[in-house]
């Protein structure tokens, strides 16, 4: 860490740094120039409270050397790290497009969605069983009964499931149900507890973007899942609100190429919250892969004008299956697969 003085600064309060550094278990370098102080904290720097600092008198700036992630940092781990979600390998060489309905509806539409999903080449399945909508008058999931329409249909055809955990309490319900992957939805990014509570066990969580989140805080919201001992995280970009109304949120592929340099973890893309309407999908989705993102969350309907929610959204299985088509060379360009 190192603390820059103002050029008026004087030596009682470059003093009181020195201290207050000290209190902290932190030394200090001081280094006079000829317009400005500049002190550098030697030490662990996580024990240095930036706040702190920045309102001693006398203190123009105070900037961090350190990243405040560590276990999700590259540089903590320098390999790619492959998030295995029920024997499915996310993260390697191969890229894994996870597909299904927004929404968990009936035990026919499961049926249909998972026989779609398979049929397109997709190795993992996507479904809410608890949806969180804006409106409280929406449909708000199948709730337990759809964890158990969900698992069925999945089972029957080999796919590992992916859903949403929107409340802690229903955690245990969704490791009885063994759940194969624990979704993070935009709106929970940063709900602590949530995150502290998903850290405690070692399903493979799927941590979404929050809508307005930073990167870095992004980074920190997986930390805290890394913290309680689960590293088993995929990061999810699915667009971020922006000043533009001709989509529904805006696509960050900048922060897929971000992201992989940041972080060891695996990154997908989700492009259908992006763009919101079907006919932008395959669009956002060649781009997302074309980034380097490890894989794809994609809403698949059998159904598309039937379904209960993000109809609009959602393609066809038949359309699944054409864009899975058009991702083998993007894949390919970059030595992968899919
Ligand atoms: C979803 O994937 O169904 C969903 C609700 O996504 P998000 O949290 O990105 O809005
Ligand atoms: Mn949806």
């Known amino acids: 860490m190192i603390i820059i003085m103002n050029s008026d600064a004087a030596d009682d309060q470059v003093d009181a740094v020195v201290d207050r550094l000290k ?19 030697i030490g662990d720097e996580a024990r240095a409270d930036k706040e702190v600092l920045q309102a001693i008198p006398g203190v123009d ?55 779609g999903v398979a049929g397109a080449g997709c190795r993992l399945m996507r479904g809410g069983a608890f949806k969180p909508r804006t409106s409280p008058y929406d449909f708000q999931g199948a709730g ?41 939805g935009t709106r929970n990014m940063q709900n602590f507890e949530l ?5 405690r066990t070692h399903k493979p969580v799927i941590l979404k973007r929050g809508m307005a989140a930073t990167v870095k805080e992004w980074l920190m919201a997986a930390e805290y899942v890394a913290a309680g001992g689960n590293h088993n995280i995929i990061f999810c970009e699915r667009g971020v609100r922006s000043f533009e109304t001709q989509y529904r949120n805006m696509l960050d592929v900048t922060a897929v190429a971000v992201l992989k340099r940041e972080t060891h973890l695996p990154v997908v893309v989700d492009p259908s919250h992006a763009g919101g ?21 994609v809403e698949m309907h059998p159904q598309p004008c039937e379904a209960w929610c993000d109809a609009d959204q959602a393609l066809s299985p038949e359309e699944l299956k054409g864009l899975m088509g058009q991702l083998g060379p993007i894949a390919g360009a970059l030595g992968r697969d899919i």
């Open 23 to 41: 209190s902290m278990g932190l030394d200090a370098n001081i280094s006079r120039g000829v317009e400005q102080t500049v002190i550098g904290a």
């Open 61 to 115: 700036d105070v900037i961090r050397v350190m990243k405040p992630y560590k276990i999700v940092a590259r540089s903590y781990h320098k390999e790619d790290t492959v998030v295995e979600v029920g024997g499915v390998p996310v993260g390697g060489k191969t890229v894994q497009v996870i597909a299904g309905p927004c929404s968990v509806e009936t035990p026919e539409q499961m049926k249909a969605a998972a026989e």
């Open 144 to 184: 337990v009964e759809g964890l158990e329409m969900f698992r069925d249909a999945a089972r029957a055809q080999g796919l590992p499931v992916v859903t949403e955990l929107m409340d802690s309490r229903m955690l245990d319900t969704f490791l009885e149900y063994d759940v194969d992957a624990i979704q993070i």
């Open 195 to 199: 995150l502290k509570e998903v850290g």
């Open 277 to 297: 309407k079907a006919w932008m999908v395959p669009a956002l989705a060649r781009a997302g892969i074309a980034a380097g993102a490890d894989g794809l969350l």
